[in-house]
């Protein structure tokens, strides 16, 4: 199974999706989108397969979004979609494809249905808080 996540190494959120993948057996492709960018065809097919738009995939928080007039009212899908190749920092991550789907894995407990093999536990969120127990279920 291929599981392609589109990566930000300065994330925790991300990082631990990278984590998870690994536990569940799979060595994931990282895209560290930082460096590589992002095309206009590209984030159009990713938001499709994830069933988002451009406004729900816009990182507000530590980003240049709010600087650049993107968060203000009427800002189009086409506009953001220009902000987000131009500016890869606009994109949230961790965005992760599997032959299961696409999705933005925020939280990072996200990617479980995403894999074909469920990771092994204790595995815990970025901030300490658990999301599988020593026998792989569920927490919470």
């Known amino acids: 199974m291929t599981i ?19 536990a569940s057996g799979t060595e994931p492709v990282i895209v560290e989108y930082l460096q590589t960018g992002w095309t206009r065809p590209q984030l159009l097919g990713l938001f499709a397969a994830a069933g988002l738009t451009a406004h729900e995939a ?20 086409d506009a953001l979609i220009d902000a987000m190749v131009a500016h890869p920092v606009l994109v949230n991550r961790p965005i992760v494809c599997s032959p299961k789907g696409v999705r933005l894995c925020r939280p ?3 990617v479980l249905d995403l894999l074909e093999t469920p990771p092994k536990g204790p595995l815990y969120k970025e901030d300490g808080e658990m999301i599988l127990d020593a026998e792989g279920r569920p927490v919470g």
Do not use: D, F, M, Y
């Open 4 to 22: 392609v996540i589109h990566h930000n190494p300065a994330c925790g959120t991300s990082r631990n999706v990278v984590e998870i993948v690994r």
């Open 58 to 77: 816009l990182r507000v928080s530590k980003s240049p979004a709010e600087a650049l007039g993107l968060t203000a009212p009427g800002v189009t899908e």
């Open 108 to 110: 990072s407990e996200r």
